[in-house]
Structures are given as C-alpha cells and as structure tokens.
T-cell receptor
C-alpha cells in the first residue's frame, strides 16, 4: 500500500535554530502534500498545502516566512521551521495522496516531534 | 466540507464489536466519508471510506445510512491495539483536497 515516510521522527534543538523536516512518498507520486501541526491533547490542524513545482498555500494564521515549504519533486516535500522558538514545539505531520488516482485516500507520515529548548 | 459530529469517547470490551457513530447531516452529494485513526504519538492511519454504499475491508466495515446523514464504523473484534482516537471526515474527492480533523472519538478497548 501507499507509504509516506517522514524524517526525522524526533528533534530537540536550541531556540533560534532552523529545523528541516522531510516528507517522502515512497511508492507513489504526489503532486500535492499537506502539512499539519498537532499540539498536546488537540486535533490536527492544517498548516499548508504543498504543491509540486509551485508555491505552497498557507492557512490563515500560519507565517509563510517562518514555515518554509519546498516541494521540488513528486515524491518529496520539506518543511523548514526557521528560527524556531519554544512555542513552535509541536507534533508536525505530513500527508500525501497519489497524483493521478481518483477516490484514493490520503496517507500520513508518522510525524516529527519537535522540541525547542 | 461538511462538518461531522462524533461522541468524545467510547469504551469497548476486548473481542467485542466496536461501533463508532458519526453524524454528517450537511453532507453534499459529491462528498465522501473517510475514517482515520490515530494511535498515540503516531500519524493518522487510513481505515476505510465510502460514498453511499456500505464498504468492508480487512480492518473495518463502514455503514452509511440511506440519506447519507450519518455513518457507523464497525471494528468487528476489537483488540487492545485498536485503542486510539477515531476521526470521521467528510470531504470531496480529489488529490488536492485536504482533510479537516474534528475532535474524533477516543476509543478505549478494555480487557
């Protein structure tokens, strides 16, 4: 079945550091990938929609200059949290769906737990 | 996308069927019902989806009412590993359509 791989699974770093998270579709191509954020005891909140070869679309309230998204190929999207601060600590999750498939589900990575000290 | 309503939590005895309801009274004709679950500290896992017919796969069954305003996810023989938050999501088809997560139902399977 469709597999989405996310790396790293856990990051701990100092305040002010930039952190890059990778999301790969391992056995399918995805023109669109999605980035979500989840705070403790809350549901997933969509941050942005990543489109291959074009600019990402950000949800209201998400700073595009802080959360840089690059979707340079049909199998890879990256999220870079620039100058991270403790309030950026969260669980970041990506998802993807096959590019040409109709009526197919989205598949999620296992998430990246980001802790900023 | 149509909003969904799910109970906050449910308990189920191990080995018994778990029936998780979802109301989506404002669903439109071209919207699908998707079910995902999230086990603690993991990404959501796809379970099943349907448009109007009942569906079954190796994980679960999905029963959609004739008027499509509600559905039930059935785990036929719940195990302890099925303890998770279950999300019912209604969305249009299309690779570019994101999923909007509500609060879900926290299912606790007990020995």
């Amino acid at each position: 079945g469709a597999v989405v791989s996310q790396h790293p699974s856990w990051v701990i770093c100092k305040s002010g550091t930039s952190v890059k998270i990778e999301c790969r579709s391992l056995d399918f191509q995805a023109t669109t990938m999605f980035w979500y954020r989840q705070f403790p005891k809350q549901s997933l909140m969509l941050m942005a929609t990543s489109n291959e070869g074009s600019k990402a679309t950000y949800e209201q309230g998400v700073e595009k200059d802080k959360f840089l998204i690059n979707h340079a190929s049909l199998t890879l999207s990256t999220l870079t949290v620039t100058s991270a601060h403790p309030e950026d600590s969260s669980f970041y999750i990506c998802s993807a769906r096959e590019a040409t498939a109709g009526n197919r589900p989205q598949h999620f990575g296992d998430g990246t737990r980001l802790s900023i000290l | 996308d149509a909003k969904t309503t799910q109970p906050t939590s449910m308990d189920c005895a191990e080995g018994r069927a778990a029936n998780l309801p979802c109301n989506h009274s404002t669903i439109s004709g071209n919207e699908y019902v998707y079910w995902y679950r999230q086990i603690h500290s993991q990404g959501p896992q796809y379970i099943i989806h349907g448009l109007k017919n009942n569906e079954t796969n190796e994980m679960a069954s999905l029963i959609i009412t004739e008027d499509r305003k509600s559905s039930t996810l059935i785990l036929p023989h719940a195990t302890l590993r099925d303890t998770a938050v279950y999300y019912c999501i209604v969305t249009k088809d299309g690779a570019g359509n994101m999923l909007t997560f509500g609060g879900g139902t926290r299912l606790m399977v007990k020995p």
